[in-house]
């Protein structure tokens, strides 16, 4: 639950009145079946990167993409990356922030 409990922590720290009242952060499922993440990230220290589509994949039952476009960190995965997926953001913040 560790993850869960630093997702809500930054949504917390980041909710300035206006942001929040947005999509913030959206969970959804895919078909493949799977997972896709959108976080907003445009009042955040990483408001102006940009990184292309990375797709890592080992089969069709371990898979991952990641990118961060138009001020929005995106990613999906398999089945069980749920977490992983929310540990690549919580990553990217730590290692841009510190």
């Known amino acids: 639950m560790e993850i869960l409990d630093w997702i809500q922590n930054w949504f ?55 990118k961060i476009e138009n001020q929005k960190f995106n990613a999906s995965g398999d089945s069980g990356k749920l977490k992983f997926l929310l540990g690549l953001f919580k990553e990217m913040i730590e290692k841009i922030e510190n």
Do not use: F, H, M, R
């Open 12 to 66: 917390k720290d980041n909710c300035d009145g206006d942001w929040e009242k947005g999509e913030a952060i959206q969970i959804t499922t895919l078909d493949t079946p799977g997972w896709e993440i959108e976080i907003d990230i445009s009042k955040t220290s990483i408001a102006n990167i940009n990184i292309n589509w990375i797709l890592n994949e080992n089969g069709p039952q371990d898979w991952y993409g990641v």
